[in-house]
């Protein structure tokens, strides 16, 4: 993704971080709002319902949690 994004001229950081004891959509969340990011852009794939509505899904709390724009793709 990087490469794609650097042909067209834009800025970003590559980050892997460790979760600890938080959630996954925490962790993303805290990390932006800790660095001062502007926009998370993230990945998502759709869970068959039953498996959603049990267990919920990161791409779901990062829309209820995040404070910065979201940019998902699928």
């Given at each position: 993704?990087?490469?794609?994004?650097?042909r067209?001229?834009?800025?970003?950081?590559?980050?892997?971080?460790?979760?600890?004891?938080?959630?996954i959509?925490?962790?993303?969340?805290?990390?932006?709002?800790?660095?001062?990011?502007?926009l998370?852009?993230?990945?998502?794939?759709?869970?068959?319902?039953?498996?959603?509505?049990?267990?919920?899904?990161?791409?779901?709390?990062?829309?209820?949690?995040?404070?910065?724009?979201?940019?998902?793709?699928?």
């Amino acid at each position: 993704m990087q490469t794609v994004l650097d042909r067209h001229d834009v800025n970003m950081t590559l980050t892997e971080l460790s979760r600890g004891r938080k959630s996954i959509a925490g962790t993303l969340v805290h990390h932006c709002e800790t660095t001062g990011e502007g926009l998370l852009v993230k990945g998502a794939y759709e869970h068959p319902p039953l498996r959603e509505g049990f267990i919920g899904g990161v791409t779901h709390d990062i829309a209820l949690r995040a404070s910065i724009p979201v940019l998902t793709s699928r």
